[in-house]
T-cell receptor
Framework: DAGITQSPRHKVTETGTPVTLRCHQT?????MYWYRQDPGHGLRLIHY???????DKGEVSDGYSVSRSKTEDFLLTLESATSSQTSVYFC?????????????FGPGTRLTVL | KNQVEQSPQSLIILEGKNCTLQ??????????LRWYKQDTGRGPVSLTI???SENTKSNGRYTATLDADTKQSSLHITASQLSDSASYIC??????????????WGLGTSLAVNP
């Protein structure tokens, strides 16, 4: 998985609780991304980062926040989890934002919100 | 509206047989097209990336084609193996004037290779 780890790998939580997912890379890539994957939908971008403390929203950012205090770590926080946020979350990294670069994906975190 | 449509939705073939997966897109402006393989329970892994000027690219038993005029791509798998059982996802990249990339993901084709 290209030097990308995600933690936890599985989590079950209750509606209304805060949840933080962690993505850690050892590739020193500038760009990091959080996606969610749900049946019937392609991967959907939640937030991305183009450098330390530089982040921006993706297409489904409502209810999520992110932080990147170090190059290697990108955190995704669900401030108050809802059942609609039950999903598989993938972190990805890339060296370049434009051009034919490749995104490398982590192993995913399966989150269940009861 | 930018869209990527893949067909078939699912496919079952016998080990050793060839198969072709299709991807049609309506994305503008077009930057590049990628095919990813996603094994069950794992993240997607890139197979090929094709830019506007490329019409064929191979990666082992995987060969991708791109027709930018008709906005179609195909992924051909030769001599399939059990390990080819996975979801294959087509992703089209659009690059705007500010050099910001947007990826439009297809829903994938689920391929099962049976012995």
């Amino acid at each position: 998985d290209a030097g990308i780890t995600q933690s936890p790998r599985h989590k079950v939580t209750e509606t209304g609780t805060p949840v933080t997912l962690r993505c850690h890379q050892t590739e020193n890539h500038r760009y990091m991304y959080w996606y969610r994957q749900d049946p019937g939908h392609g991967l959907r971008l939640i937030h991305y980062s183009y450098g330390v403390k530089d982040t921006d929203k993706g297409e489904v950012s409502d209810g999520y926040s992110v932080s990147r205090s170090k190059t290697e770590d990108f955190l995704l926080t669900l401030e108050s989890a809802t059942s609609s946020q039950t999903s598989v979350y993938f972190c990805a990294i890339s060296a370049l934002a434009g051009g034919p670069d490749t995104q490398y994906f982590g192993p995913g975190t399966r989150l269940t919100v009861l | 509206k930018n869209q990527v449509e893949q067909s078939p939705q699912s496919l079952i073939i016998l080990e050793g047989k060839n198969c072709t997966l299709q991807c049609n897109y309506t994305v503008s402006p077009f930057s590049n097209l990628r095919w990813y393989k996603q094994d069950t329970g794992r993240g997607p892994v890139s197979l090929t990336i094709m830019t506007f000027s490329e019409n064929t690219k191979s990666n082992g038993r995987y060969t991708a084609t791109l027709d930018a005029d008709t906005k179609q791509s195909s992924l051909h798998i030769t001599a399939s193996q059990l390990s080819d059982s996975a979801s294959y996802i087509c992703v089209v990249s659009s690059l705007n004037a500010g050099n910001n990339r947007k990826l439009i993901w297809g829903l994938g084709t689920s391929l099962a290779v049976n012995p």
